[in-house]
Each structure stands twice: as structure tokens, then as C-alpha cells.
């Protein structure tokens, strides 16, 4: 009689540590006594034509600390029907029966899906149809509900820091306000950390309402205090202060976030005339080698991702409660995106530190810690045109997508 069989695949946009989960699945299945395959480009490789590797402690070893997938991933395809928790539009049931076929031909006992929302909204339909899956949370952009940490996001923010610290020094020696914009999709989680970690003055996340007018307060606040250099992060998802987002491109019902770190350099060039750069971080947050905790958390992942199947938890997703790595249902994983919480701890310790989030003026911050005695510049002085924020974002768009 043949082995009994774990199937894996990497869905959705890559990050650091999916080696790691297949490594993981790989190492702990054998030592259970299974078979390992890994489906090629995510789902695709699941039907017509179906594409796997077969998997073992030999040839997946040396990769925990690369980069990447060795089983390839896209987030788009056949598979990309479900573009968001609140999209959920019904896979063709032809497909759900062919890849229901592969399954059943391949003699596997569970399929481990490593995704995010999108990925993973395709694993619950995946299991409502009786396909056997279990999933594993990935993002950078650290929003899944359900989970303390998705891995990869912790190599992204230090990718993003690391960043920072390079902009901060160059921003001192010329005097420059310098804007990052990092990833994140809707939520801010790489914004908010890698601005903790990396210094930034001024943080801006889709979860806090910002205004030019906020943000040049901080500029002129710092250089009131000789401070004469301004570092700004601010997330891809950032509304405009007229609301909106800004996107390079429509792609179906999804937009390709990015461009408003543009929109908020020429803003500060607008309203203050001070020298503005801006750093577009993109892909190079994807990229590399994962972090010492990516390593640890994706290893995590992927074990329990089995333990899960030979415990017929199926439905099931693998979730860090810290201390412990557990499981939660799926469809509790992907039914809401998972924000910043703009009351939350981290949000009011940068708060206290005087960091500004674009949402009041610097003197104004509600938990900003300053001594009765300090003179802190108000900068009331600023030129306040309303509609400026809107023209300059409008503009920028059209051209973005034009
Ligand atoms: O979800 C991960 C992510 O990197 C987002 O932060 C970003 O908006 C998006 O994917 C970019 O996707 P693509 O690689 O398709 O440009």
C-alpha cells in the first residue's frame, strides 16, 4: 500500500518565509510517515494541467532562509475569484470538481493552503465543497483577523526600517523632508511598526483621517525645536484627506495601490516650500530573506498545518495566540480585515513620543507628554487652503491612471 499523502501550495503575493512553511510541512510529514507534494503557482497547479513536485526532507533542505517559493505563487488566475473578505464571488463548480479529482487521485489526506484573504476566502470554499484543506495565514501586510502575526510581516517591516534608518541620516545631512511609502493594502500595520522602529515624525495609516495642513504643522513644529529634517512613512491604502484612495491600476475589482507618497511631497513643496523626496518602497518589502521570528513563526506554521490534518481539524487555519500556535475556522480568518487600532497601544506610544498622525496639529496630540515650561511653536501661521489636498490628489490620480 502507498503512503499516505500531505498536499501544499503558496497562494497569493509571495513573502519572506514560504519556504519556511514548506520546509515545515515537509520535515514534520515525513517524520509522521507521509508523502509530501507541493502544487506548482498556488491553486493553478491543482487542475488542468495539474503541476507538483514531489517533496522531501532532501530536496526542500538548505531553503529555510530563502526567499520566495520554490513552489511558485499568483494572485491571479482561475483562483482569484474571491478578491477580498467582502467579495466572495462563487468558484465554478467545474474547477471545485477538478481540483475534488486531483485530490482523490493523488491519495491526499489534506491540503495545506499558505494565503492570505484571498487565498484563504478560496480554502473555505475550498472545504464547504468537501475538498479536505487546512490553511496557513501569510501577508506582509499583517491583516488577518483571527491571528496576532501573519509571517512575513515582521521581514517587512524590517526591510521598511531599515529604510528609514537610511533616510534619516541622508534627510539630516541635506535638511529634507523625506516621504517613505511602504505596502500594506488597507491596513497600516507596516506604517505604524516600521515608523515606531524606524523614528519616522509623522506616520500615516488608512485608519486615521490626515490632513496637509496636520502635517506641516509637525515640519515647522520640528524646525521651531532646530529640528530642520522631517521623516514621513505613510501607508499605500492612506485615504486622501478628500477621501479616496490613490491607485496605479485597475486591475478587475481590485486597484494596485500606490502614489501617494507623490501626493504628500508635493503637498508639503505646495504649502511650505521645503525640498521633499519621496522613497516608494514596493517589492523590495516582499523580497529576501525572512527575520529570525519569520523563521520561527513560518516553522510553527507549517508543523501544526499538519498536526491539523492528522487531527481531521480540517477548515481549520493555524493562528499565533501568543504564547501559543493554535487554530481558528477559516471563515473566522477572512469575514473582516483586520486594522490598526487607532486607540491602540502602539498608536499611543508614538502618540506620546510626539509623533504627529496627520490627525491634529503637533501641539495638539491628545497624549503628547510636554512640560508646562516648554515653548513649542505652533506654526499657526500655515496658509490653510482647503481644497488644495483635493486639486493636488485629484490631479495626481488622473495622471497615475492615465
Ligand atoms: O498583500 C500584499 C501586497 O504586497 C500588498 O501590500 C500590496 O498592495 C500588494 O500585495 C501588491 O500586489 P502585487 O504584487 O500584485 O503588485
Not at 5 to 26: K, M, W
Not at 148 to 168: K, P, Q, W
Not at 287 to 295: H, I, L, M, S
Request: charged share 20%; aromatic share 4%; glycine share 12%.
Amino acid at each position: 500500500m502507498s503512503k499516505k499523502c500531505i498536499g501544499v501550495l503558496t497562494s497569493g503575493g509571495d513573502c519572506p518565509g514560504l519556504n519556511a512553511v514548506i520546509r515545515g510541512v515537509v520535515k514534520s510529514s515525513s517524520q509522521l510517515g507521509y508523502d509530501c507534494v507541493g502544487f506548482l503557482r498556488g491553486y493553478e497547479g491543482l487542475h488542468d494541467p495539474v503541476r507538483y513536485l514531489n517533496l522531501t526532507p532532501e530536496n526542500t533542505t538548505g531553503i529555510l532562509n530563502q526567499g520566495g517559493t520554490i513552489l511558485g505563487s499568483t494572485n491571479q488566475g482561475r483562483f482569484a475569484a474571491t478578491v477580498g473578505v467582502a467579495d466572495r464571488i462563487e468558484l465554478d463548480p467545474e474547477l471545485l470538481a477538478g481540483v475534488q479529482t486531483t485530490i482523490n487521485q493523488l491519495g491526499i489526506e489534506g491540503l495545506i493552503c499558505v494565503g492570505g484573504d484571498g487565498s484563504l476566502a478560496v480554502a473555505q470554499q475550498f472545504h464547504e465543497y468537501g475538498i479536505p484543506v487546512v490553511g496557513v495565514p501569510k501577508t506582509i501586510d499583517n491583516d488577518l483577523s483571527a491571528t496576532a502575526f501573519t509571517f512575513g510581516f515582521d521581514s517587512a517591516i524590517e526591510c521598511a526600517t531599515n529604510a528609514l534608518d537610511r533616510l534619516h541620516t541622508t534627510a539630516a545631512s541635506h535638511e529634507r523632508v523625506m516621504v517613505l511609502e511602504v505596502m500594506g493594502r488597507h491596513a497600516g500595520w507596516i506604517a505604524l511598526h516600521a515608523g515606531i522602529a524606524g523614528s519616522a515624525d509623522v506616520i500615516l495609516v488608512p485608519e486615521i483621517s490626515w490632513t496637509g495642513e496636520n502635517v506641516c504643522h509637525k515640519i515647522l513644529n520640528r524646525e521651531s525645536q532646530g529640528k530642520r529634517f522631517t521623516l514621513i512613512v505613510v501607508a499605500e491604502g492612506a485615504e486622501l484627506p478628500g477621501g479616496g484612495h490613490v491607485a496605479e491600476e485597475q486591475i478587475g475589482a481590485q486597484s494596485r495601490l500606490g502614489g501617494i507618497g507623490q501626493i504628500v511631497a508635493a503637498e508639503i513643496e505646495c504649502r511650505l516650500q521645503r525640498e521633499t523626496r519621496v522613497a516608494v518602497l514596493g517589492h523590495l518589502q516582499r523580497g529576501g530573506a525572512p527575520t529570525t521570528f519569520d523563521r520561527v513563526l513560518a516553522t510553527q506554521y507549517g508543523a501544526h498545518a499538519v498536526r491539523l490534518i492528522l487531527e481531521g481539524k480540517f477548515g481549520e487555519m493555524a493562528c499565533y495566540e501568543p504564547p501559543e500556535i493554535s487554530s481558528v475556522p477559516i471563515a473566522k480568518a477572512v469575514n473582516h480585515l483586520r486594522q490598526v487600532d487607532r486607540n491602540g497601544s502602539a498608536v499611543q506610544a508614538a502618540r506620546a513620543l510626539g509623533v504627529s498622525f496627520g490627525d491634529c496639529k503637533a501641539d495638539e496630540s491628545p497624549l503628547a507628554f510636554r512640560s508646562d515650561t516648554e515653548e513649542v511653536a505652533t506654526a499657526t501661521d500655515i496658509e490653510v487652503d482647503a481644497d488644495l489636498t483635493l486639486d493636488i490628489a485629484e490631479a495626481a490620480t488622473e495622471e497615475a491612471l492615465s
